[in-house]
């Protein structure tokens, strides 16, 4: 699922090893900072700081802030993607995957990443959801395309497979704020009913 970044020259050249994990600390560090300060509260400087080079390296990875930003948001989404992926291959059971996805979304919740940015700074949250948005709903109906085969099958009818994907990443995206009222029902719970519910409720017509 993961998908490389692009050299900002346009080109297909591998930065080589030692640049993409210099570029990958810068990212980490810019995200660390954020999730402690704000995006406001950080600059180009402090990130240079925190992982001890200089300006002059920093441009040569990162044509200013605003690239760095968007950088963050790219590497969130692929650690997630990438995560669930590492997931689905430790359990390929195609049987099992709802409760893979499940487990999943579940543990990553709880990792408290989103939970941490909504109270250091709600609105790079809300853009970092947005930027990811698309992506996440088609990662969803990805993942769960051998579930949603399953009620198919025992079904007879399609399933709004988008539908489904994109009311999980709305969800999934409420928890940040909400997650703490959840109870007595558990992440996970609510997760799985909210799934299968709607895939079992919001299909398409019948095949011809």
Known sequence: MTNPIPPQDG??????????????????TALDLIIDHGESGVTITDICDAVGISRTTMYRHFAGMDDII??????????????LEAAIARNPDKRQRLDVVVDYLYRFFNEGLSQK???????????????????????????LDPFFDQVEQLTGTLVDRHLVGYFITHFYASLTVYGA????????????????????????PPRE
Do not use: C, H, M, W
Request: no cysteine; aromatic share 10%; charged share 30%.
């Open 11 to 28: 080109t297909a050249k591998d930065p080589g090893p030692r640049a993409r994990r210099t570029r990958q600390k810068i990212l980490d």
């Open 70 to 83: 968007r950088g963050v948001y790219l590497n969130v989404r692929e650690r997630f993607a990438d995560g």
């Open 117 to 143: 940015l909504a109270q250091t700074d709600p609105n790079f949250l809300r853009e970092l959801s947005l930027a990811n948005f698309d992506s996440r709903v088609e990662l969803y109906k990805a993942a």
């Open 181 to 204: 009222y959840a109870k007595p029902y558990e992440i996970d719970v609510l997760l799985r009913k909210l799934i299968v519910g709607l895939t079992y409720l919001n299909q398409a």
